[in-house]
Structure formats: structure tokens, C-alpha cells
């Protein structure tokens, strides 16, 4: 029995890794067919560029890292949620409610010597993303409400509320944004804009990535070698189930999504604090690194260590996207494109239960 169980499981990893790369495959083919519809003689050319604009040059690579690490952070709130049987589509309003409070520290609280400052700005945007997050799962909680509802709710609440705080706090009149941080609460570059250069061209790559790296490892290690990973994973999967064994379902969902909204929250600090002097435009539209989070851990299924492969292929496509203009495609069909393999990707947990029950049928009985 066990060694059927391990090969099942075996299939099920294997079947995982399969579907991503189908549900990639098949977005890729139909993206090369708008392609050809919109504009068949530069078609090809494009679709190339495509698949080797982010690695044309050392500046490009950089850029993947540095357009990969918020939608690395929001995908690692999206996909932990879903292992706890929760839905967070509310990333955008924790990653706009942390973007802003990073930036409100980097802006005014200059007295903060060296690093602190940069600290102290990651510190604000992770307990800002944990405050909005936390109200969804305490709605949940105590009166069942359905965190699909809250959340969008709260995405509205965020944006809103953050665009008349900047108005009034950090406004940059000219540019219609938020003022730029001083220069000690940005991230260290560790180099990192140097080795991903081009000439006198240097990326805005930083060690923003690292950060988020090491926290999807954290996440990974949380969810599968701790108890109390266990337990939210047991009480997502059956809250009966979980609740006889003596877990708090209230605590569990709660937490769930207090972790999922400080890690979308911290997101929103890592761009704002990358150094590429970008600030927070103060528009009526949700921020699309939130919503960019559900393709990449739909695409990921859910595992943290997947998510990051997830976000760097998301932001590979991007990056060779900017490109394709040179074959005099407009803007609109570069995300047509995009839209069309983040729609595949939704497909990944269909292709893999097919997969897992062609390849495993009669292996657990």
C-alpha cells in the first residue's frame, strides 16, 4: 500500500509539472494565431520576440527579475490562501493598502538613519497588507461572510481610500503621484543593476527579488513542515475534519488570510522601494500586480516554490511584450497575448486531474 500511495503521489507531482507546461504551451500557440490574424507577415518575428526579448540583453534579464518580484508576492498571498481552502482576490487592496504606507515612511520618516528607514518601510507595508487582509478573514470567521465578496469590497475601499491619503500626505502635484522616497529607504541593490546592464543602460533589478525568494522558501517550509501549517491546510481541506481534531477554524481562517494580505502588502512595499524612481499614481483602477497574482499561482498550483518560476515566466512575457512594438504591433495585442496564456493557465487544475487520472488509474485502489 505504501508503495502504491508513493507512486501516486509520484504521478500527481509529475502530472502538476505537466499541465503547467501544457496550459503554457497552448496559450503560446494561441497568442502566435492572434498574431497572425492582426498582422501575418511580422507574425513570426514578434512570436520570437516574445519568446527572447527578456533574454536579448543583461538589462532585460534584469528587468524580469525586478517586474517578477510583486507579482512573486502577491501570487505566494494568492496561492497560500488556496492551500488553506480560502480565495484572497483581494490582493489588490493589501498591495496598494502596503505600496502606500512604505511609501508614507520613506517620505517622512527621513530622521531614520541608514537602512532603518528601508526597514521600517517594509515593516509599515507588511502590517498594512496584514490589517486588510485580516478584515476579510474575520468576516469569515465570526460571521461567515464570503471573503469573494469582502475582498473585492475591500480591493475598492483600498484604492480609494489610498488615493485621497496621498492627496493629502505624499502628493506629488505635477506627476499626479506619490513623492519618491528618499534614497536610504530604497532596496539595496546589491550590484544586482550593475551585473544586469547594458552599457550605460542599468536595469531596475534589486534585492527585492531575494527578499521574495526567501519568502516564498518560508511559506513553502511554513505550509509543509510546521503544525501549524498543518492545521490551516487541514481545516481549508475539511473544517469538520479539522475542528473534531481540535483546530480552531476561527483562528485558521483568520490567520490565513492575515499572512496572505501581509505578504500581498509586502509586495506592494518591494516595487515602490525598488529605486526606479516609480511612484503611486493616484487613479480610480485597482493595481493589476494583485490581480497578476491569481495567473501566477493558478499556473504555479498553488506551491510556493512553483510560484516563483510562475512569476518570473509572467514577467519574461512582459518584458519580451515591450519589444514587439518594433514589429509595429500595437500595445493592445501585446496583452491580448498575455491575457490569452493567463486564461490557459486557469486550466492547469483541469489538465491535471485528467492527467493524474489517465496516468493513475488503477495504481491506488
Known sequence: MNSRLKNFLSITTSASVLSSLMAIIVGLLAGFIVLLISNPPQALGAFGTILSGGLSDRKNMGQVLYTATPILMTGLSVGFASRTGLFNIGASGQFIAGA???????????????????????????????????????LKAYRNVNEVISCIMMNYIGTYLVNFLIERTVFDSLKNQSMRVAGNANMPKLGLDLLFCEGNNVSSANSGILLAIITAAAIYVLLEKTQFGFELKACGFNKDAARYAGVSEKRSVICSMVIAGAMAGLGGALLYLAGSG??????????????????VALLALNNPIGVIFAALFIAYLNVGGFSMQLFNFPPQVIEIIISIIIYFSAFSLVLKGVITSIRGSGVVK
Open 278 to 295: 516609480k511612484g503611486i499614481d493616484v487613479l480610480d483602477v485597482l493595481p493589476n500586480e494583485g490581480f497578476n497574482g491569481i495567473p
Open 100 to 138: 502606500y504606507c512604505a511609501v508614507l515612511v520613506g517620505v517622512k520618516c527621513t530622521f531614520l538613519p541608514g537602512p532603518l528607514l528601508c526597514l521600517a518601510a517594509l515593516i509599515a507595508a507588511f502590517l498594512a497588507g496584514a490589517l486588510w487582509g485580516s478584515v476579510p478573514g474575520i
